[in-house]
């Protein structure tokens, strides 16, 4: 079963190319994590979970609902984190969480995808971002191939820096920078409530015909990415950057 997590949809683009050639299941985990629904999942097949990548780790909250949820079946797990450059470290707190969870760690893969996390970097514009994810796809592939053959997927040498990163950059990284304090609407707004809609941690609520975010953001970027105006901003640090949506 390929379960994925996905803000503007690079990781759900992957998962659903893992889907097509392996021919198991989807599941879209947006509503399990925004409802808190941590009901018992069965797979025949191993677990293969796609999701982005944040301060290289696994999302929190994807690594909240996974400690949550029970799960049936098939015991093997496999990770595929999409990713604007690095993963630093993560498989090593994986496979200690799939430990917890009694899964039989099968590994986590690296694809390199547009980068999407405008509250810090730019995002590419759309014929960019199609050369990018072309470029990814032997990576998929590679990966694909391996989920096949009921394999382990290789290991990668991890640095110095990448190991740093996933542990004590990811500590400070959430606490100092992941709010929603500085999001905020322009004129441009037409109050269409889609970003309340998106947002897998409930923290937008329409108040008079404008969001007004609370302060339990995940930072992925549903919101600002997917406002069909433009309409908001994160502080100065969006302003004048493209909005990325998997444009394929």
């Not at 941590?38 to 797979?43: G, P």
């Not at 999407?116 to 470029?135: D, R, S």
Request: with cysteine; charged share 25%; net charge positive.
């Amino acid at each position: 079963m390929i379960l994925y997590f996905s803000g503007t949809g690079n990781s759900e683009f992957v998962a659903k190319r893992i889907a097509g050639e392996t021919g198991d299941e989807m599941m879209n985990l947006f509503e399990k994590i925004r409802t808190g629904d941590y009901s018992r999942i069965k797979s025949r097949t191993p677990f293969v979970f796609v999701v982005p990548t944040y301060a290289w780790q696994i999302p929190h909250i994807v690594r909240d609902w996974i400690s949550h949820t029970k799960f049936g079946g098939n015991r093997k797990a496999y990770f595929v984190m999409t990713c604007g450059d690095s993963i630093g470290n993560a498989g090593e707190y994986i496979e200690k969480l799939c430990v917890k969870k009694g899964f039989h760690y099968m590994g986590c893969a690296k694809v390199v995808m547009p980068e999407n996390y405008i509250a810090m970097f730019n995002a590419p514009e759309k014929e960019k971002a199609i050369k990018i994810i072309e470029k990814a796809l032997p990576s998929v592939d590679a990966v694909i191939e391996v989920i096949k053959k009921d394999a382990p997927i290789p290991e990668k040498k991890i640095t110095a820096v990448g190991k740093l990163s996933t542990s004590l950059v990811n500590r400070i990284f959430y606490p100092v920078f992941v709010h929603a304090k500085k999001f905020y609407t322009t004129d441009a707004c037409v109050g269409c409530g889609k970003c309340e809609k998106v947002c897998p941690m409930n923290n937008i609520e329409m108040v008079d015909g404008r969001p007004v975010w609370e302060d339990h953001c995940t930072h992925c970027m549903a919101c600002i990415c997917g406002c069909p105006e433009a309409a908001i901003e994160y502080g100065k640090k969006s302003k004048g950057k493209p909005r990325y949506q998997c444009p394929m």
